[in-house]
């Protein structure tokens, strides 16, 4: 698939695909489609807090416009700034009125039941820089989560470039997400630091689309 692909629009709405927040001005990605937690009718995009709001100093403005993809002319959500979580660096946008939605990701298609990550798992993501990567979880600290290349990869192989922020990381072989895509680590070579996702639902009072 080419990646051009994921920064193409998108109705009904998938998660892996390119968003944007003309305040912030860092292109992410839509990482998976929700619903309100225990019912109700209101649909949500998941992402990063620092691709929807901004550092960790950044207040939402009421009602900010989420664009899908970035060169879109009108929103596609709005940030709902009591669905954020600095610490976990999630935040949700709440789906505008008439705009479609599914529960797939791109390239990936339909994902399970959220599932804690555990070392040595097999993982994937599409995100809007990269398309479809591999890794494999290589530690779990409470919510932070680190991957790595699986083991006989090439050195070269690039499990995260900007703008891949807000991807969410799915085990291989349940397609259950697990850890939402922060960014890469400093100073480490193949090596990106993603949140556990079921905290991350918690906080935000959440489930995933179906």
């Known amino acids: 698939m080419s990646l051009y692909n994921h920064q193409l629009a998108y109705r009904p709405l998938l998660g892996g695909v390119e968003i ?25 995009m998941v992402s990063c807090y620092h691709v929807l709001v901004g550092g960790p100093g950044a207040v939402p403005p009421a009602s900010e416009g989420v664009f899908q993809p970035a060169s879109a002319v009108l ?33 990936i298609g339909a994902i399970g ?30 919510n932070d989560v680190i991957i790595g290349l699986p083991s006989g990869f090439d050195p070269d192989y690039d499990l995260s470039l900007p703008g891949d922020s807000g991807a969410v990381w799915v085990s291989q072989q349940e397609h259950s997400p ?18 556990r996702l079921v905290p991350i639902l918690v906080a935000l009072r959440l489930s995933v689309a179906g």
């Open 20 to 44: 944007y927040v003309p305040r912030v001005d860092e292109v992410g990605t839509l990482g998976f489609l929700a619903q309100d937690l225990g019912g109700g009718d209101q649909r949500w």
């Open 75 to 107: 929103p596609a959500a709005h940030v709902d700034a009591l669905r954020t979580d600095v610490a976990l660096d999630c935040a949700a946008a709440k789906i505008v009125a008439g705009v479609s939605i599914t529960g797939e990701i791109l390239g």
């Open 113 to 142: 039941i959220p599932l804690d990550p555990e070392i040595g798992m097999r993982v994937i993501k599409s995100g809007a820089a990269t398309g479809v990567m591999e890794g494999m979880v290589e530690g779990v600290n409470e």
């Open 178 to 195: 697990v850890a939402l895509h922060i960014r890469g680590v400093p100073g480490a070579r193949k090596t990106v630091m993603a949140k």
